[in-house]
């Protein structure tokens, strides 16, 4: 049988003078952007008629074409990238390909994938920028925090001489993960001397000597070193100030710190009776939500859910939040949308109900079917939704079965294994308070006065919904 070669290919391949097609041939021969040597072989035969097409099968022939195709137009994609930002995901994209076809789970230590990266690095920035992005390559792959630890603290090394702000990056994302550990008695111990470390370079640290480029990356980072360090709270208009000032600028990694912290600053206000501060929180989970779904963030649906609740039930905007719903929902993973976007149509009907009692019952059928819809598909909510089951049959008042599904529900949650300590206690005492209340709303005589539920309510800790009973309570008559 005669070979034939693809038309596109040989096409394509015309459009490369000799000295693109010498690129070309270096761009396969790079271990990171090809690993099969028929392509080679392939583009050889292309380039020099005089060489005998190989002895192998059509259907291997063809495949082989196919995918110089394919590096082709990759390679096209690397020589027109310009901007240096394009660039650099370029590399990392390049280098996360080479990872997850060679990373050994039993590799102790990055310094063959550090020797790799120096292949695409232009100057030891780069080889920095590389290096980062394995790093969270590891996270993802699960990898020990002692092997992050030890490529973090070779990296810090690398940027000594010519990056402050990438330093510090270094130091914090460090202290950030063996925080997460810190029960573990190494862990201790590094966490203890990278502390003195931080402590010492923060001491030599002028203000005179940063570069105009860097300084707001430095300044960035030396707020989230005080946080980390200190573990105390940072002047909240600290904070806003360098967000407000810099909010195009900012880099992504500085604020998927910065607003978590900036929000917990607005909840603790919040919880001392400043509601106004709600609007601040919705505002900033907004802004986190739009830059999380650029970088394609797996914490979206949460932060919409976040952003759902804040909006709905604290606020009361439910057009609001419908419309956050219509514009967040196609950023979430494509297996986990139609769950999260039941999940949080639920919450909205479900407030409908609650701030809207003319139309409760409609509202209350509708956040059942959406929640049923997640109970169905994602286990991952389900003591959640079983929770908002009990919480509607609640507002209805006129399931003479409630005592029952309370106790259905306490058994459900003292066989679950997949909850931690805390939520468990949590959702127990929830169940226990909540027939409390609907005894006492359904029943006059019931022993109990509305005083004393609210007694022991105020004192019992953990109770998932707290403040919704306790809300439920203040509403009931004497």
């Avoid at 990238?81 to 390909?97: A, G, H, M, N, S």
């Avoid at 702000?165 to 201790?188: R, V």
């Avoid at 030396?222 to 810099?246: C, F, G, M, S, T």
């Amino acid at each position: 049988m005669t070979l034939k070669y693809s038309k596109k290919l040989t096409g394509l391949l015309s459009t490369l003078d000799k000295k693109g097609l010498q690129s070309f041939e270096r761009f396969l021969k790079s271990p990171f952007h090809n690993t099969d040597e028929s392509c080679t072989e392939l583009l050889s035969m292309l380039t020099n008629p005089t060489t005998n097409k190989p002895q192998v099968s059509a259907t291997k022939f063809s495949k082989a074409q196919y995918k110089l195709i394919s590096l082709f137009e990759e390679f096209i994609a690397h020589s027109t990238i310009k901007r240096k930002d394009e660039f650099q995901v370029f590399k990392k994209t390049q280098l996360l390909k080479f990872i997850n076809a060679h990373f050994d789970k039993d590799l102790r230590i990055s310094q063959k994938v550090i020797e790799k990266s120096s292949l695409l690095a232009n100057n030891e920035l780069d080889k920095y920028q590389l290096n980062y992005a394995y790093y969270e390559y590891l996270t993802l792959d699960g990898a020990s925090w002692k092997v992050r630890h030890q490529l973090l603290s070779e990296m810090v090394q690398q940027v000594n001489a010519f990056s402050l702000a990438d330093q510090l990056a270094l130091y914090n994302t460090n202290l950030s993960m063996l925080k997460l550990y810190s029960k573990n008695l190494k862990a201790q111990q590094l966490l203890a001397q990278l502390k003195d470390e931080l402590e010492n370079r923060l001491a030599d640290i002028q203000a005179p000597f940063f570069s105009a480029d860097q300084f707001l990356d430095v300044r960035a980072e030396l707020l989230l070193a005080k946080i980390l360090l200190y573990e105390r709270p940072v002047d909240l208009a600290e904070i806003e100030a360098l967000l407000q000032e810099n909010r195009n600028t900012i880099a992504y990694r500085h604020l998927r710190v910065l607003l978590p912290n900036l929000q917990n600053f607005y909840i603790r206000k919040i919880r001392t009776g400043q509601v106004e501060y709600y609007q601040n929180l919705e505002f900033n989970i907004k802004w986190q939500l739009e830059m999380e779904v650029q970088h394609q963030s797996l914490v979206v649906p949460q932060l919409l859910r976040n952003l759902i609740i804040i909006t709905g039930k604290h606020l009361g905007k439910l057009t609001d939040g419908r419309t956050y719903v219509d514009t967040f929902i196609p950023y979430v993973i494509k297996k986990n949308r139609k769950s999260i976007k039941n999940y949080c149509l639920g919450l909205l009907y479900f407030y409908q109900a609650e701030q809207n009692p003319q139309n409760k019952d409609h509202a209350l059928d509708l956040a059942f079917d959406h929640f049923t819809e997640v109970y169905q598909e994602n286990s991952e909510h389900k003591y959640d939704i079983r929770s908002f089951f009990l919480r509607i049959q609640f507002l209805r008042a006129d399931d003479p079965h409630f005592s029952l599904k309370i106790k259905n529900f306490k058994e459900l949650i003292r066989r679950a294994r997949d909850l931690s300590d805390s939520r468990l206690a949590g959702f127990l005492n929830f169940a226990t308070f909540l027939n409390y209340i609907y005894r006492k709303m359904t029943d006059p005589n019931y022993r109990k006065t509305k005083a004393q539920i609210h007694y022991q309510l105020q004192k019992k800790h953990p109770v998932s919904n707290k403040e919704w009973l306790l809300k439920k309570l203040e509403e009931l008559k004497e």
